[in-house]
């Protein structure tokens, strides 16, 4: 049996869907890889409960190789934490609130807007348990087997070609960018990544064909697999090279 990759999508604080995508796995052996696209945390309600569970319990469970991505949402907070960047908590979609109340142990409300305390605890982003930012500052920005290069957001464009991300200057920017371009003309090795909500791209150009627009998208060697996951969707695990899916749904 060829060696099976598994690429989890963005979770973003949603404990249960990962749980339960990753019930519906099929047993996992040490020649298995998950591979963990970045975002874990943020708008859903136990950020802190999915950091533990792809850091400490699940490396327990399953004897599979596992990789966990750098997804923007932990550069956000790096940033945040290193007294450089305190803006990035402001726009309610982020759902940093719901990240401060998982680490403390607190409940939120949909729509709920922080107090001045959380606010400025945010903005310091110092209620991130240390061991937590440096397994942040840990995390690599890609990784690459036989069957893809897995990367949170895309790849970057220069002189009319797309670069490897081994090499590009900032690689940062393998985090944050989002262009049509890359989903719609990249015809390099298989890029399998996140970032970017399905729902947002073109529908006529997936060869998956979708029913729901949520769906997995498939381009022509560019797969996405944020299905959503924290903001009303669901979570997405890609097997390769089968191109099976399983759903929290």
Request: aromatic fraction near 8%; charge should be negative; hydrophobic fraction near 40%.
């Amino acid at each position: 049996m060829a060696n099976r990759t598994f690429a989890v999508g963005d979770i973003h604080g949603d404990l249960a869907a990962l749980e339960k995508a990753l019930g519906k796995l099929p047993p996992l052996d040490e020649k298995d890889t998950l591979v963990f696209m970045g975002d874990y945390v943020d708008r859903g309600p136990d950020s802190a409960g999915v950091v533990e569970l792809v850091r400490h319990e699940l490396p327990r469970r399953v004897s599979a190789k596992i990789v966990c991505l750098r997804g923007n949402h932990e550069d956000g907070w790096l940033r945040v934490a290193s007294g450089g960047w305190p803006e990035f908590v402001l726009p309610l979609a982020n759902g940093c609130l719901a990240m401060l109340r998982s680490f403390r142990n607190q409940p939120i409300r949909d729509n709920e807007l922080p107090t001045r305390e959380e606010l400025l605890a945010m903005q310091r982003g110092d209620f991130i348990p240390g061991d937590v930012v440096d397994w942040m500052n840990a995390l690599p920005y890609f990784y690459e087997d036989e069957h893809a290069i897995y990367v949170h957001a895309g790849l970057i464009e220069k002189d009319g070609k797309w670069l490897h991300p081994s090499e590009t200057a900032n690689p940062t920017q393998l985090l944050w960018v989002r262009t049509m371009r890359f989903f719609e003309g990249y015809r390099g090795k298989r890029v399998v990544c996140g970032h970017t909500a399905t729902e947002n791209l073109p529908p006529e150009l997936s060869s998956f064909t979708p029913e729901d627009p949520l769906d997995m998208w498939v381009g022509e060697n560019v797969v996405v697999i944020d299905t959503g996951c924290g903001k009303g969707g669901f979570l997405t695990i890609l097997e390769l090279p089968a191109m099976k899916t399983y759903e929290s749904r």
